[in-house]
């Protein structure tokens, strides 16, 4: 029998969608297996398993695969939800079945403690990649940290460990990365770690297009803690936003409301590529009539040559409680009307998460931010942002 035409083996392989499908025609024949190791191998997801850490490092291992892989992703959430098969769209690799074989069904924290060393061996390898250009993380997405008012007290999780293994592992590894340009932190948690202050990791940082930076701090009722929020934002900024001077996308995400208190000195960002920035729960100053040179109002105005797309989400103009805002979003907007020359695509949302819309908002010292729904200005508030979006939708 003579065999099928390499375009068409092609063509068969172009209509498996999944990974784990395309890893399972390899076996099929040695035609398929040249045909769809390039798309099987081009995103690996793994979760915080035994059997899902072994076969990303036997991925890395493997010179004959690890050459297809662009994209890493450690999905935690998915891992630990009841009921989830732990094997499910989980990195394999050569001998991987066999090795871990044993590992679903096994209980969260055991799989996560006897996952981290092989992970943070794993996460080692990754010079070995040669194409590798993204690098994921999402981590659960609760806050489950105990003693979090205080870096000193704070006993971290088995979870945060096995974060800081993972992400140690990158940082200590004195080989470079030169093909990374996506890193995603989604989750992160806002605790200081020495582990982001070697020199390896500000070479992985400054050669980033893009920065996804999503921190998760403890936003429990009363729990609103200054000290250990603005410990980990001060090392944010000189470990992650400055060194990222070839950025052409930045999206900074935090559950809670950060720019003010938490600081963050946005006039000690400066990006010369930066064409789009995604923004929630950043504080805006209303407590001058003029803008701040180190507020987020002046960074994305000090980019207006180069902004194309920008999107704000949850962020509110603070004031202090005993006095009333002097600089309002219609002034804002008008400036940037002016400022923002080629933004061809802008997105604001006030309202928090379909409760009620929150535009101005005071500190209530230890607990959070206090939405104020009887600001003046409203309406020219509106009426300005009208405008502008009508400038920047006839761009397109």
């Not at 992400?167 to 989604?186: S, V």
């Not at 006030?350 to 200005?377: C, I, K, N, V």
Request: glycine share 6%.
């Amino acid at each position: 029998m003579s065999p099928l035409p390499i375009e068409l083996l092609s063509e068969i392989a172009s209509g498996v969608a999944s990974e784990e499908d395309l890893r399972q025609l390899r076996a099929v024949s040695k035609a398929f297996k040249n045909i769809a190791s390039a798309d099987a191998f081009r995103k690996i997801t793994v979760s915080p398993s035994v059997k899902s850490a072994r076969g990303l490092l036997n991925i890395l291992d493997s010179p004959e695969l690890v050459m297809h892989v662009r994209e890493i992703e450690f999905v935690e959430e998915a891992f630990r939800m009841a009921g989830q098969s732990e094997g499910s769209g989980d990195a394999r690799g050569p001998g991987a079945s066999e090795e871990g074989g044993g590992a679903q069904g096994e209980a969260v924290a055991e799989g996560t403690a006897s996952a981290k060393e092989i992970l943070a061996e794993a996460y080692a390898l990754l010079h070995q990649a040669p194409t590798l250009h993204t690098l994921s993380f999402k981590f659960r997405s609760m806050f489950l940290e105990e003693d979090a008012w205080d870096d000193d007290s704070h006993k971290p999780s088995d979870s945060l460990l096995l974060h800081w293994a993972i992400l140690g592992a990158i940082a200590n590894n004195p080989h470079p990365l030169p093909n990374l340009r996506t890193l995603t932190l989604d989750k992160l948690l806002q605790f200081r770690n020495d582990l982001f202050d070697t020199p390896h990791f500000a070479a992985i940082v400054g050669a980033l297009h893009h920065l996804h930076l999503d921190v998760l701090a403890d936003d429990n009722d009363g729990s609103y803690y200054q000290d250990p929020l603005q410990n980990f934002w001060d090392q944010a900024q000189e470990r992650f936003l400055r060194p990222a001077v070839e950025l052409r996308s930045l999206h900074l995400d935090s559950n809670i409301e950060i720019g003010m208190m938490p600081a963050v000195d946005f006039a000690r960002l400066t990006y010369p590529h930066l064409e789009a920035v995604f923004l929630r729960n950043v504080l805006f100053n209303g407590l001058e009539p003029e803008p701040v040179a180190d507020s987020a109002e002046e960074f994305l105005a000090r980019h207006g040559q180069t902004l194309k797309k920008l999107e704000l989400f949850q962020c509110t103009m603070y004031y202090e409680e005993e006095d009333a805002p002097v600089r309002f979003w219609e002034m804002v907007w008008r400036r940037y009307a002016q400022a923002l020359e080629v933004l061809s695509e802008l997105v604001v949302q006030f309202d928090h998460e379909g409760q009620r819309e929150m535009r101005y908002s005071w500190l209530s010292a230890g607990h959070s931010y206090m939405p104020d729904t009887h600001a003046p200005g409203e309406e020219e508030d509106n009426e300005a942002f009208g405008l502008l979006k009508a400038l920047v939708d006839a761009r397109k």
